[in-house]
């Protein structure tokens, strides 16, 4: 096609205006600008009627989305009776919107249909868009189902739960080919039909659903929103005391929206299942306690290869989980906390650096790290033994928060992370005993402060913190 040539077409009710192509990179920021285009080229189309053609787009019928939001090929489908059924889109859009938001995994593992967020997550389109036209459905029916804005995170998981084995049922995360120009997102292990990237567009699409239902639609602006939701640094946080729509807290903001229970019927519904499938109802089961583990318990982990690390090289060896200790530390340098991913991926390959180079040690020492960004960082991880307390590494993991904590404390949701989440998780995934024991770096090494008297001063009130070495 001549460059800047325009050619009218029709799919489904829908007139796209075709002009040149050009190629996006895969990240939140140029979805986001799309939406925008979209809604600059059609300003009489309501949020509604947005989401609907986006959908028709990504061609995501279903008889699961239809038994929500209606059939496709009803022309007087309820989300048109106001606009126009012609959505204006130029070719470079059209292309870019279908092609970033249609899911599949191919044969090489490479996960498409997802975009890189700013904070470092990676999120599926799909469930989000989805998510985003079940919320503005229910306040346009001023109807709202019992856990309706679950259904689209729902829907992938019971299709994951059905076909999956117990291995491949969620997950994995995977690695960006570029954080700065994202293309390409590889996963990191066999794919499930709930990758770690649909979950998080089916929690956004959820959270986000949940709020638009309730909202005056009238005054919604969906590019705004999504800005608002992905795009915001945790400095302009700092002056927020609402934190339920921030992408960077999805999991916290979920767990606040929903509960198992909940969700274990919506799969059920999404599923078509009928109570006395006792097959079915053993998979679906089985697969929330999964999915609760993984992400309702644990916090958000940022993957070695996203912060600029290639998988840990040290074996746990003869050794197996669960250990017994966990080593709190701060890093003193880098002194100042990280605020955003582009510093903590630095910082974190600066210390790796220096403990290889300087050191002399295989990896990174820290097991984990904690940043000021909303995240916790793979270190060594569990089943790597690490290299942070002297003495100790084969018996207890050690967790860093970056900064110098001599004066001042990690802030409250970065300490949280670590006391509420990070030590669940360990122990309820059988990597840390229950009855484990927290310690400060100074008492088992004597020659330093780590992790700095205020930080120090802060994990003595701990539960699990012991006052005594119980090793010595």
């Known amino acids: 096609m001549t460059p800047g040539a325009l050619w009218i077409i029709t799919m489904s009710g829908i007139c796209v205006i075709i002009q040149s192509s050009a190629v996006h990179?895969?990240?939140?920021?140029?979805?986001?600008?799309?939406?925008?285009?979209?809604?600059?080229?059609?300003?009489?189309?309501?949020?509604?009627?947005?989401?609907?053609?986006?959908?028709?787009?990504?061609?995501?019928?279903?008889?699961?989305?239809?038994?929500?939001?209606?059939?496709?090929?009803?022309?007087?489908?309820?989300?048109?009776k106001n606009n126009t059924e012609q959505l204006n889109v130029n070719h470079d859009l059209f292309n870019f919107l279908k092609e970033v938001t249609h899911h599949f995994i191919s044969e090489g593992h490479e996960e498409r249909g997802v975009v890189l967020t700013p904070d470092g997550t990676t999120v599926a389109l799909a469930p989000l868009v989805l998510g985003l036209e079940y919320g503005l459905q229910a306040n346009e029916n001023n109807n709202q189902p019992r856990g309706f804005y679950l259904l689209p995170l729902?829907?992938?998981?019971?299709?994951?739960f059905l076909h999956a084995t117990t291995s491949e049922r969620l997950g994995p995360d995977g690695c960006w080919d570029s954080l700065s120009a994202p293309m390409v997102f590889t996963l990191l292990g066999m794919p499930s039909l709930a990758t770690d990237a649909v979950v998080h567009g089916g929690m956004d699409g959820a959270i986000l659903g949940k709020h638009l239902s309730v909202v005056n639609c009238s005054e919604v602006n969906l590019s705004t929103l999504l800005r608002s939701y992905y795009l915001r640094t945790m400095e302009e946080l700092d002056n927020v005391s609402d934190t339920h729509l921030m992408g960077r807290f999805r999991r916290h903001n979920f767990k606040k929206i929903t509960k198992p229970s909940l969700l274990q019927e919506m799969v059920a519904e999404a599923l078509h299942s009928h109570p006395g499938d006792i097959g079915v109802e053993s998979l679906i089961q089985k697969g929330i306690k999964d999915f609760v583990l993984r992400y309702m318990e644990c916090p958000a982990i940022i993957p070695r290869c996203i912060w600029g690390a290639a998988p840990p090289?040290?074996?746990?060896?003869?050794?197996?989980?669960?250990?017994?200790?966990?080593?709190?530390?701060?890093?003193?340098?880098?002194?100042?906390?990280?605020?955003?991913?582009?510093?903590c991926s630095r910082n974190m390959r600066a210390m790796q650096h220096f403990h290889q180079n300087d050191r002399g040690w295989?990896?990174?020492?820290?097991?984990?790290?904690?940043?000021?960004?909303?995240?916790?960082?793979?270190?060594?991880?569990?089943?790597?033994?690490?290299?942070?307390?002297?003495?100790?590494?084969?018996?207890?993991?050690?967790?860093?928060f970056i900064g110098n904590y001599a004066a001042h404390l990690p802030s409250k949701h970065d300490m949280e992370l670590l006391r509420h989440h990070l030590v669940k998780c360990g122990v309820s995934r059988g990597f840390l005993q229950?009855?484990?024991?927290?310690?400060?770096?100074?008492?088992?090494?004597?020659?330093?402060?780590?992790?700095?008297?205020s930080l120090y001063s802060e994990i003595t009130t701990w539960e699990h913190y012991k006052d005594t070495d119980p090793l010595k």
Not at 47 to 63: E, F, G, H, V
Not at 334 to 341: D, E, F, V, Y
Not at 372 to 389: C, F, K, L, N, P
């Open 434 to 453: 229950k009855n484990f024991t927290i310690l400060g770096h100074r008492q088992v090494v004597a020659t330093t402060a780590c992790p700095g008297d």
């Open 25 to 80: 990179l895969r990240n939140m920021e140029h979805f986001i600008t799309a939406v925008t285009h979209l809604e600059d080229l059609n300003p009489g189309l309501s949020p509604l009627a947005l989401m609907t053609s986006l959908r028709k787009i990504t061609d995501q019928s279903d008889n699961i989305t239809n038994d929500f939001v209606g059939s496709s090929d009803n022309r007087d489908d309820i989300h048109y």
């Open 154 to 160: 729902a829907k992938y998981l019971g299709m994951s």
């Open 362 to 400: 295989h990896d990174i020492g820290y097991s984990f790290v904690v940043g000021s960004d909303g995240y916790i960082y793979e270190g060594r991880g569990w089943m790597s033994v690490g290299a942070h307390t002297k003495g100790r590494n084969t018996v207890g993991y050690g967790v860093a």
């Open 313 to 343: 090289t040290v074996s746990l060896g003869s050794l197996s989980p669960p250990l017994q200790f966990l080593y709190i530390h701060h890093t003193h340098t880098p002194s100042k906390p990280c605020r955003n991913l582009q510093t």
